[in-house]
Each structure stands twice: as structure tokens, then as C-alpha cells.
């Protein structure tokens, strides 16, 4: 079985930066894909950022230029970089990972994977 831990949620003030990470643990062959999504009061789970193995990236309209995803390979790990950090990013952040573990001796099996969440505010 595969786990998601997630760190680097809190407080902070507009304008400041956080970072949140998340390792992925177990028996894992690869990693095809990571990303982050949120949540914020009365808003539908939404993508912020992923990045695929091949190191190609995808953010929402509302976090170019101020959030960065990035990847650990060796420690299957990636983080999210968040700058400018804005009133409108408080939201409870999730993890995502599509993890391809081995499903027998002869075959492997890839699933979506999700941490617990962790809850950024931003707040003056």
C-alpha cells in the first residue's frame, strides 16, 4: 500500500510565502504523475499544479507566476512553492499522486493516491 504525507500548511500573512511538501511512501515502482489540489469554502475541488514524469507542468490561471511545483525523483517527494501568498489561497490543500505498485510477481497496477489535506490561511 502506498501513503501520502503532506506538511507545511499554517498561518501566514498576504504577501508572505509557504512551502508544502509530500512523500510518497511504500512499495513503489514509479511515480507517472504528482500534483496539488484545493479547496476553498463553498468552491469545488480545483486543480492548482501538477507535473508529469516527463517534467511538464500545468497551473491554474490564478497561481501563475506566484506557485511552483517541483519533484524529488530519488526522494518521491514534490512540493508546492507558494509566493505573493493572496487572501483568496486560503484553502484546505490535497496531494495527488498516480503510484504504480506491483500487483503480483508478474504484473503492477498504476492508482490515484491522496493525502489528508492541510490547511493554508491567509490572513491579515
Known amino acids: 500500500q502506498v501513503q501520502l504525507v503532506e506538511s507545511g500548511g499554517g498561518l501566514v500573512a498576504p504577501g508572505e510565502s509557504l512551502t508544502l511538501s509530500c512523500a510518497a511512501s511504500?512499495?513503489?515502482?514509479?511515480?507517472?504523475?504528482m500534483g496539488w489540489y484545493r479547496q476553498a469554502p463553498g468552491k469545488q475541488r480545483e486543480l492548482v499544479a501538477s507535473?508529469?514524469?516527463?517534467?511538464?507542468?500545468n497551473y491554474a490561471d490564478s497561481v501563475k507566476g506566484r506557485f511552483t511545483i517541483s519533484r524529488d525523483i530519488a526522494k518521491n517527494t514534490q512540493y508546492l512553492q507558494m509566493n505573493s501568498l493572496k487572501p483568496e489561497d486560503t484553502a484546505v490543500y490535497y496531494c495527488n499522486a498516480k503510484v504504480t505498485t506491483a500487483r503480483t510477481v508478474r504484473s503492477s497496477v498504476t492508482r490515484d493516491y491522496w493525502g489528508q489535506g492541510t490547511q493554508v490561511n491567509v490572513s491579515s
Open positions: 507535473v508529469t514524469s516527463g517534467g511538464a507542468t
Open positions: 511504500g512499495i513503489i515502482i514509479s511515480i507517472e504523475a
